[in-house]
């Protein structure tokens, strides 16, 4: 069974930086490609970052690129998302999700694609 599991949110105060890992569980991380999403209070869910299958493409919101950097760890099935020079509207509960696609592929989907999730982890931004 294809499990998502997201920790390491907190209270952090602006400028501050967390990690965030996605645990990934009954699959194998070669086969999909891993998004971190976002929503806020609100507000509507907004993709944040993308990880390919392959591990070689990344893409970000606007909003994050700079800040934020996604990777992963194939031993530990785990992806992870670095955010630095965290803002208040930073605040939210981020989802990690998974999305099939080719073996090793080299693109991201699009975010209405990603049809397995993470249960959440609330990130808050202020001092």
């Known amino acids: 069974q294809l499990q998502l599991v997201e920790s390491g949110g907190e209270l952090v105060q602006p400028g501050g930086s967390l990690r965030l890992s996605c645990s990934a569980s009954g699959f194998t991380l070669g086969y999909y490609a891993i998004g971190w999403f976002r929503q806020a209070p609100g507000k509507e869910r907004e993709g944040v970052s993308c990880l390919s299958s392959s591990g070689s493409t990344t893409k970000y919101a606007d909003s994050v690129k700079g800040r934020f950097t996604i990777s992963r760890d194939n031993a530990k099935n785990t992806v992870y998302l670095q955010m630095n020079s965290l803002k208040p509207e930073d605040t939210a509960v981020y989802y990690c999700?998974?999305?099939?696609?080719?073996?090793?592929?080299?693109?991201?989907?699009?975010?209405?694609?990603?049809?397995?999730w993470g249960q959440g982890t609330q990130v808050t931004v202020s001092s």
């Open positions: 999700a998974a999305a099939r696609s080719g073996y090793y592929s080299t693109w991201c989907p699009r975010w209405s694609e990603y049809n397995y």
